[in-house]
């Protein structure tokens, strides 16, 4: 049980274009979904929290604008990175959580912006 | 806001051997502590965790421990494997942060046959 997915896996695109991030939880409904960013051989950084229904909450530092999230049901979230640039090429992960405070983790997708 | 140390930031044994890492935190009303291992390329996998009311939590070869007085837990692999090999994460969540996980900087754990 407590699978998270994502999807793509890696994506490669042109500066100036948008990706969108995809973020399944696949077996449990998730009232919160958290989007964190890693650069190469750093730990996790959490860039917003998201709540079913609701916007997200960005920490500090994060443009809302420039990453947009959507959490539109307890079982998926969308991350967009808008006109990406390639200081935007990271790991991007995802995580879940449900009924408790676990958090979930999905495999990451590997972003590269040319 | 809470903040997690994490030592030693690389630690190598043979198989066979104990490794322990250990983490501080700084928020004394965080109260829920989980470990995850993280592979190359991969996302972190919650491998155990504890809360606040336990000082002790144990499964197979993976045991962690809580001192809430000293503000400091540890997790514990037995019997090393190569296949343990991996980036070792802990994190402090509750309290302020509600809910949300603070990450220490991850242990570069490397177990030689």
């Known amino acids: 049980g407590a699978v998270v997915s994502q999807h793509p896996s890696r994506v490669i695109c042109k500066s100036g274009t948008s990706v969108k991030i995809e973020c399944r939880s696949l077996d449990f409904q998730a009232t919160t979904m958290f989007w964190y960013r890693q650069f190469p051989k750093q730990s996790l950084m959490l860039m917003a929290t998201?709540?079913?229904?609701?916007?997200?909450?960005?920490e500090q530092g994060v443009e809302k604008d420039k990453f947009l999230i959507n959490h539109a049901s307890l079982t998926l979230s969308t991350l967009t990175v808008t006109s990406a640039h390639p200081e935007d090429s990271s790991f991007y992960i995802c995580s879940a959580q449900g009924a408790t405070d676990t958090q979930y983790f999905g495999p990451g997708t590997r972003l590269t912006v040319l | 806001g809470e903040n997690v140390e994490q030592h030693p930031s690389t630690l190598s044994v043979q198989e066979g051997d104990s490794a322990v890492i250990k983490c501080t935190y700084s928020d004394s009303a965080s109260n829920y502590f989980p470990w995850y291992k993280q592979e190359l390329g991969k996302g972190p996998q919650l491998i155990i965790d504890i809360r606040s009311n336990v000082g002790e939590k144990k499964d197979q070869r993976i045991a962690v421990t809580l001192n809430k007085t000293a503000k400091h837990f540890s997790l514990h692999i037995t019997e090393t494997q190569p296949e343990d090999s991996a980036v070792y994460f802990c994190a402090g969540a509750g309290g302020t942060s509600y809910g949300k996980l603070t990450f220490g900087q991850g242990t570069i754990l490397t177990v030689h046959p």
């Open positions: 998201s709540n079913e229904g609701s916007k997200a909450t960005y």
